[in-house]
């Protein structure tokens, strides 16, 4: 396929509505768009907002699921240059006051209800917001109750149909590629949240290197329950499908029966999720009765039998995605259709095009040959730094221009990337460091062993000793323990070996609100 020529997000809608115009492009509830009927919608809710005071530089935060308001709003906001943000959809209101007052937001839209969180409810305790929200000043509802004096979603077109088409145009010519388009908030589980600030054109260059890499087109249809706030949501998923003339198919909020019926109806190619929602796929009662076949590839993170499962429900060509939403989501990613089996589940890919990366001693910032396990450092595609943190921004970033990642990994031969934890998972038992990935890499691959994961444990001796938590696969006989036992002494130096054991049911797993694994968590088994 080629490459857009566009490098503003205004000019990408304009110039795939002149390629693809009659295909689909966004389906979301009764909703279906093409992609002129997407653009066409765009620029309404932008002139509506336009008439409300939005232009370049205005903070625009949405708050609600997967809905296709979500992705309207967020494309207007861009459009007029200003600066979406993405608020996670499992805040709390001290979370929620937070990020609107961090970002000098001066826009939220939402939705009154997501799950059992109720927005409104939240807004209330943040009264009075003159005093604690003091740059807020519109709050635009979705769905038919208002918040107090907030507008109609549907009202924002009504109110933009006065505004002339040169009023919009001139606010896109004035963008630039290099312009801040996003701004994304990192979870904030360990200090308050990051705001990412990230670009027009990485948007788009990014994204169209990522669905290269897993051969999308036009013919693509991708299944989306991942929260669009989410960085694989707004960033790697959405951008991928936009680039390429493909279609997003939304799914408010999973619900692994609901998402059965998306991929079987909608004959969705690409799946785009966490492990944990494959895996209540396969064990839904509904799953004998859906039809996959239609499911192609698509991008998903976990060790090799959670990879495996995903290709089990269908996604044969699954890639192995690695990256920090402070580089677009993605800067590393396995080619699930042209890579070797083992580098697509044991290791996370090559660098997509463009991206300039390192691996270098931590502490040094010596570089580091094949095979060797360091620092991994990314220079092109990462954002331009967190919004209104220099102390933050000092750290991040090395003096020559690299983002320091504070994940490990090292390269092999073949050039590929091999993932092994965040720098602060690194186990420090007795004065050594342990990387907890090169234990558990042996631990997967024990028969009767399903997941393993591998922690320090506070000890008044050592500092710190190495537990090993293990999801068993079926029956396991009283002897399971030792023969884990005998295979990692067979394998690992003595400082290595795992001095616990903790045998959990998989449901039992912490997990953050995005699905993925809660390590730090991992400490309350011992």
């Known amino acids: 396929m080629q490459m857009p020529e566009s490098r503003t997000i205004p000019a990408l809608l304009l110039e795939q509505e002149t390629r693809f115009g009659d295909r689909e492009a966004l389906v979301g509830g009764d909703l279906r768009l093409t992609y002129r009927q997407l653009r066409e919608k765009v620029r309404a809710f932008a002139k509506g907002l336009s008439a409300h005071g939005v232009g370049k530089g205005t903070r625009v935060a949405i708050l609600m699921g997967n809905k296709p308001e979500w992705v309207i709003a967020d494309l207007a906001i861009c459009s007029l240059g200003g600066i979406m943000v993405a608020v996670n959809t499992w805040v709390t209101a001290r979370e929620l006051g937070y990020i609107l007052k961090h970002s000098d937001a001066d826009m939220l ?61 001139k606010a896109e010519a004035a963008i630039s590629p290099r312009d801040v388009t996003y701004l994304l908030y990192t979870s904030g589980s360990t200090s308050t949240p990051k705001g990412v600030q990230l670009q027009h054109y990485a948007l788009i260059e990014n994204m169209w290197h990522l669905g290269n890499r897993m051969h999308v087109t036009e013919q693509d249809r991708l299944w989306l329950a991942v929260s669009l706030y989410w960085g694989l949501g707004c960033e790697n998923a959405l951008f991928n499908l936009l680039t390429h003339g493909g279609c997003i198919v939304l799914q408010e909020f999973f619900e692994a029966g609901e998402a059965l019926r998306l991929i079987h109806e909608e004959r969705c190619t690409l799946y ?12 839904h009662p509904d799953r ?32 192995h995605i690695y990256g920090l939403t402070e580089t677009y989501g993605n800067c590393n990613v396995s080619d699930g259709k042209l890579d ?22 931590p502490e040094t910032l010596a570089p580091l040959q094949a095979g060797e396990v360091g620092e991994i450092q990314v220079k092109r595609y990462v954002t331009i730094g967190y919004y209104k943190d220099e102390d933050k921004n000092a750290a991040a970033f090395t003096s020559d221009g690299f983002f320091r990642t504070g994940d490990l990994g090292f390269v092999d031969e073949d050039g590929y990337l091999h993932f092994r934890g965040r720098i602060k998972e690194m186990i420090k038992t007795g004065g050594i460091n342990v990387a907890p990935a090169e234990v558990e890499e042996i631990l997967v691959r024990q028969a009767g062993v399903k997941l ?22 079926g029956k396991v ?24 054991f903790r045998f959990v049911e998989e449901s039992a797993l912490p997990l953050t609100s995005t699905g993925k694994l809660h390590k730090d968590k991992l400490v309350t088994f011992f």
């Open 477 to 500: 006989g009283d002897d399971f323990e030792e023969r884990l036992r005998e295979a990692l002494r067979a394998e690992l130096a003595s400082y290595k070996l795992p001095r616990e």
């Open 340 to 361: 070797p089996r083992d580098k697509v589940f044991e290791t996370v890919g090559r660098p997509l095009d463009g991206v300039i990366q390192r691996i270098v001693h």
């Open 452 to 473: 393993a994961f591998v922690v320090g444990v506070p000890d008044t001796t050592r500092d710190e000793i190495i537990g090993a938590v293990v999801v068993a696969e």
């Open 109 to 169: 839209i939402l939705g009154r209800r997501f799950l059992k969180y109720d927005y409104f409810n939240m807004l209330g305790e943040l009264q009075p917001h003159a005093e604690n929200l003091p740059a807020l000043k519109t709050i635009i509802h979705v769905g038919p109750e208002p918040y107090q004096d907030s507008i109609p979603f549907e009202a924002v077109y009504s109110r933009g149909r006065g505004v002339p088409d040169h009023t919009l145009e």
């Open 288 to 319: 004998p009765k859906r039809d996959l076949s239609s499911l192609r590839s698509g991008g998903a993170t976990g060790t090799p039998a959670q990879l495996q499962r995903v290709a089990e429900l269908g996604a044969k060509e699954i890639c």
């Open 272 to 283: 785009y999720g966490t492990p944990n929602m494959a895996q209540a796929m396969m064990e």
